[in-house]
């Protein structure tokens, strides 16, 4: 990706994270809730621990790890989702901060933690770069990003749908830079090069029980190229779509919709 093309999709990310701001937090955001407890377990969060978070969105994970004494700077690269993450946690350190690019010096943190946000930023390997050189020596990072379609169904279900109805898909949409490492081998092998060492990628599962019709407007409101990918249709084809992955969606009212992720862990040597 060129460095025009990577200035494009941040700014087309932060224009779509913006935007969802206010939707994010009760809707997708109870969603990826699930594999927070994960993370926090796997930098050994406790009291006293330096804990940078990044992309903290409305500040879930940051509630968390303050609950558990950790001493947390929330950050996020959206000045909209900031404000959120702030208004949620009264008190706490809530600072704009984008990857790549962090604003703190060399080894500043114990700990850091992200949650689905190395797959929304525009240079996946310099962001890498970034986590490591804030850590400390011996300091940890935990990050998650989506599994595959295929066992990720709170997402695939949706493409899937998608996939059904057919058509063209809108133009103008960016390539996801993140696309090339978001497999255990491709995650694992990003943070390696970024010189992490211990480096292991663990499968996530959980289940996240949601009304299907709800389910849709938290899939709309919670991500921005998923969320393109349908919006830029013509308003016949997005209710065919609905239609269709309503159909997809109802065997799983009981139980919960399948979510998978990738847990990532390493440490600074
Ligand atoms: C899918 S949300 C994840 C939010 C939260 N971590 C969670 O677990 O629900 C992605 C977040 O990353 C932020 N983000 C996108 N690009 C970023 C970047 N380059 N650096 C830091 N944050 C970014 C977005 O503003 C958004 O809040």
């Known amino acids: 990706m060129s460095g ?73 690269a959206v000045p ?5 993450a702030a208004a949620a946690l009264p008190g706490a350190r809530v600072e704009q901060a984008a990857l790549p690019g962090l604003p703190y010096p060399d080894g500043r943190f114990d700990a850091v933690v992200g949650a689905f946000v190395i797959n929304h930023v525009p240079d996946p390997p310099a962001a890498a770069a970034d986590l490591h050189r804030v850590l400390a020596p011996g300091g940890r990072l935990a990050l998650s990003c989506w599994d595959a379609l295929a066992a990720n169904r709170a997402q695939g279900l949706v ?30 092998a990003l943070l390696g090069a970024a010189g992490f060492t211990g480096v292991r990628v663990e499968r996530a599962r959980w289940r996240h029980r949601v009304e299907p019709a709800a389910w849709w407007r938290h899939v709309l409101g919670g991500t921005v190229l998923t969320a393109a990918l349908i919006e830029g249709r013509p308003a016949e084809e997005v209710a065919r779509i609905r239609a269709e992955y309503l159909r997809l969606a109802a065997p799983y009212t009981a139980d919960g919709l399948p979510v998978a992720a990738l847990v990532a862990t390493g440490a600074r040597g």
Not at 47 to 68: I, N, Q, S
Not at 80 to 84: S, Y
């Open 4 to 76: 025009g093309d990577a200035a494009d999709f941040a700014a087309f990310e932060r224009r779509g994270w913006a935007a969802r701001s206010t939707t994010y937090g009760e809707g997708f955001g109870a969603m990826t809730a699930g594999v927070h407890p994960a993370l926090l377990d796997a930098v050994g969060a406790a009291p006293g621990t330096r804990l940078l978070e990044v992309g903290c969105g409305t500040g879930r994970l940051a509630a968390l790890a303050l609950e558990r004494g950790a001493e947390v700077t929330a950050t996020d």
């Open 80 to 84: 909209e989702m900031v404000r959120a």
């Open 159 to 188: 493409f899937d749908a998608v996939r059904a109805v057919g058509g063209p898909a809108p133009t103008g949409l960016p390539g996801a830079p993140f696309t090339r490492y978001a497999s255990p081998e491709g995650l694992g």
